[in-house]
């Protein structure tokens, strides 16, 4: 079993900054193979936000392109989203989500609990 535990989110006015940042652990090896971020806005369905691979290639919703930099720490299995910029659009519930491999499970996807971002207009 891995664990996502995720921090930073808030309330922002518009044109403001905050970080999201996401752990993975285990109590045995594993490997992340995509990380990132979905998003959830009242009332629509969830949707992919950013994610990083473990060779660094980066897919993004062309909403946040240029705003929001995605990045990740695969010594701490840790990866980090800084959201620029943010519009009242942007608030959702931002889900972490990571792709683990393990020898008894094989490829399994796996979400944090989420964080609320709100933005202020």
């Known amino acids: 079993q891995v664990q996502l535990v995720e921090s930073g989110g808030g309330l922002v006015q518009a044109g403001g900054s905050l970080t999201l940042s996401c752990a993975a652990s285990?109590?045995?090896?594993?490997?992340?193979?995509?990380v990132g971020w979905h998003r959830q806005a009242p009332g629509k369905q969830r949707e992919l936000v950013a994610t990083?691979?473990?060779?660094?290639?980066?897919s993004s919703v062309d909403a946040v392109k240029g705003r929001f930099v995605i990045s990740r720490d695969s010594d701490k299995n840790r990866v980090t989203m800084q959201m620029n910029n943010l519009k009242p659009e942007d608030t959702a519930v931002y889900y972490c989500?990571?792709?683990?491999?393990?020898?008894?499970?094989?490829?399994?996807?796996?979400w944090g609990q989420g964080t609320q971002v709100t933005v202020s207009p």
């Open positions: 990083i691979n473990s060779r660094g290639e980066i």
């Open positions: 285990s109590a045995g090896f594993f490997v992340t193979n995509i």
């Open positions: 989500y990571a792709n683990v491999w393990t020898m008894s499970t094989g490829s399994v996807a796996y």
